[in-house]
């Protein structure tokens, strides 16, 4: 076959090898093994750069021996079709070498092009495959045994060295820098063009002149034995390498969907999680049928969850939040779901309910699960909840909206106590907005010095001598006016505001009290959320210190629900104040419903009967007996007795002849800038404090 300068000849030479010069049953098995081989090789070169470490070493080894083996088959099924006109065989050693050969070094050239991510290496390892495929090629040649001579043109074999180079590069190229989607078939269409290539312009190079005088090896092995062999082996090898990629495949698969499950769904419960439930929750809402269904959302928390938690530990409360899960999950009907989305909180989601009866149905079915007792290592544990319903279409468009919808709703059922049920209300959204701009504007206006003091006398029963003053915190708003404690205090609680709050008026009232020349105590409230800080004890005694008031003159004014929670951690706290010197008082004596016991358990220095029990004492026998036996319990006890609310003579009267000793209200002065009662405080140094009762009735006071 001769070469001509002319490119149209040498192309015409190659394309008539192929034509001619191989049988066209052997041309197309052996185009099969190179595309599927190819196809498969350069997928799991893919593969092998998605891995690390040992993995990577393993999908190497299995992509040499499949692109190898690839390789090494095509090229001799090829020559089972090369017609050479005389007898032919293979020499066993050059034969195999030169499959040893495509493996390792086509291994070699994936390898160089896996380590790297963006460099050369790339390119320069699909050149170094090209160059397996050639000496496999060459070598294999090399064990080609026929009755003939063979010359061979150095042109042609120049040409099938450098296209086997290129072609592998791009090879490579295409699956390490795809720039679309179909870059990956590109890889493997690349790899079949570099050993076709090689083939073809190899095997044009070589003219064989039949020699019938010539000798063959006694060893030779015959076409027929090797095609059945090359035809064997190349599909044992094609099939495990493709069963190893599906599987593989499939595992990824199996991964990424347990994955995706275990990020959807909560460790400690199984429920869905607040991921899960949005993506749930908008598969409902755009289902064509979801605007004119009616999809229910259920908002809910458990009560006192914190207190077993804080009391019996968090594997306690762990076993709680798996009991409810469970019970809630056995109750649920097909399309119905509830997500764990934080804590204590849960969100269900029903599409089945048509009626705003069925919904309240729903809900108390959640209820009456959650409020049977668990049992736990011995303890029966307790929780309740209260829940907020909204609904979709009627409510919001986005789920966001609508969970902040269903948690007002949830807010405004445990204001009326636990275990109840709220539907959404649009009014309730103009209360929480108002609610939020308040809680933005009390931080603003505290930094304002919008907040001030007032004092309110503590009055002698008998003698009507002033003996303190309780200290209370007002709020003048600049557009709002004054803003009663009623609506700020609950909202400082909830946003935990109120320990910077108490913190700053418990400083401030110490800080006036010790420029008094008047020696009077005085009391000042604390949160339950401040008794719970056991910080308190500590910024007490700094508070004293700083100010350089007597402990003795301080009287902190403690309700039951902020000793309730944790008895035991408010007693060792309320300790620590007493060994500092201050008093302590209970506030709201009588609104509680274990009184008698907080008695015993606590050491009050002094009791505050609630006004709600004085203001009806004159004409309700229940509330005279209430206050009676409070009066004779404290003289049991020797416990100091005030009353709140007292704002007439018969509300005196009354304390008067049951023997308490001292009273505060509206009858002896409602609460007053510190600035109107410096008569009191800081007395000329000839006069005597007074404290004679207002000659106005307490109702004037009260409007006033």
Sequence with gaps: MAVNSNWFLPMLAVLTCI???????????????????????????????????PVRASWIALTSIIGGSSIWTTHFVAMMGYEADALAG???????????????????????????????????????????????????????????????????????????????????????????QF??????????????????????????????????????????????????????????????????????????????????????????????????????????????????IFSFDLDRFKEI???????????????????????LKPGEFVARIGGDEFIAVSPRLFTAGAAEAFARGIISELVSPIQWKGLTLSVGTSIGITTFPDGADDIDD???????????????????????????????????????????????????????????????????????????????????PSEFIPIAERTGFIGELGDWVLRQACLEAVQWRNPLKIAVNVAPKQLANSALPERVREILDESGLDPARLELEI?????????????????????????????????????????????????KIDRGFIDSVVENRQSAAIVRSTLILAQSLDIPVLAEGVENAEHLRFLQQEGCQQVQGFLYGKPQPLSELQDIVNPALSSVPSGEPLKSGGAADMAA
Excluded at 310 to 326: C, M, P, T
Excluded at 446 to 467: A, I, S, W
Aim: charged share 15%.
């Design 559 to 607: 309700t039951e629900s902020g000793i309730i929670d944790d008895q035991q951690h408010a007693l060792h706290i309320i300790r620590q104040l007493k060994a500092i010197g201050v008093n302590i008082a209970m506030d709201d004596y009588g609104t509680g419903y274990s009184s008698l016991s907080t008695l015993q358990l606590f050491p009050f220095d002094k009791i």
């Design 90 to 180: 293979y020499e066993p050693t050059a034969t195999l070498l030169s499959l040893m050969l495509a493996i390792v070094i086509t291994g070699m050239g994936l390898f160089i092009a896996a380590v790297t991510t963006r460099s050369f290496l790339i390119e320069a390892g699909g050149a170094l495959v090209g160059a397996g495929i050639a000496s496999m090629h060459y070598v294999g040649m090399s064990g080609y045994q026929v009755q003939a001579d063979l010359h061979w043109n150095m042109n042609y074999v120049w040409a099938s060295l450098v296209a086997a180079g290129l072609f592998g590069a791009l090879a490579t190229n295409r699956v390490a820098r795809p720039v679309t």
């Design 402 to 484: 609508l969970m902040a919808q269903a948690d007002i709703a949830m807010y405004r059922a445990k204001s009326a106590g636990s275990n109840n049920v709220c539907f959404y209300d649009k009014s309730m959204d103009q209360a929480a907005r108002e609610r939020s701009a308040l809680a933005m504007d009390m931080r603003a206006g505290f930094l304002r010095n919008e907040f001030q003091l007032y004092f309110q006398k503590q009055n002698d029963t008998q003698t009507g001598e002033v003996v303190g003053f309780e200290v209370l915190l007002r709020w003048s708003h600049p557009t709002r006016g004054m803003v009663p």
């Design 19 to 53: 034509a001619v010069d191989h049988d066209p049953v052997s041309l197309i098995a052996a185009v099969l093994i190179c595309v599927l081989g190819s196809l498969l090789t350069m997928r799991l070169f893919s593969r092998v750069r998605s891995t690390r470490g």
């Design 309 to 331: 938690n804080d009391v019996h530990g968090h594997a306690a409360g762990d076993h709680v939040l798996r009991v409810v899960a469970e019970r809630m999950s056995e109750s």
């Design 183 to 296: 870059c990956r078939y590109g890889g493997g269409a690349a790899l079949v063009l570099a050993i076709a290539s090689t083939h073809f312009i190899g095997m044009t190079a070589l003219t064989v002149e039949p020699n019938f005088g010539a000798s063959l090896p006694v060893n030779m092995l015959p076409e027929n034995v090797m095609t059945v062999v090359l035809i064997f082996v190349t599909l044992l090898i094609l099939v495990i390498g493709a069963m190893t990629y599906v599987i593989d495949r499939q595992s990824n698969r199996s991964a990424v969907e347990r994955y995706r499950q275990l990020s959807l769904h909560d460790a400690l419960t199984g429920l869905p999680n607040r991921m899960a439930f949005m993506e749930r929750l908008g598969h409902l809402m755009d289902r064509p049928a979801a605007r004119n269904d009616r999809i229910y």
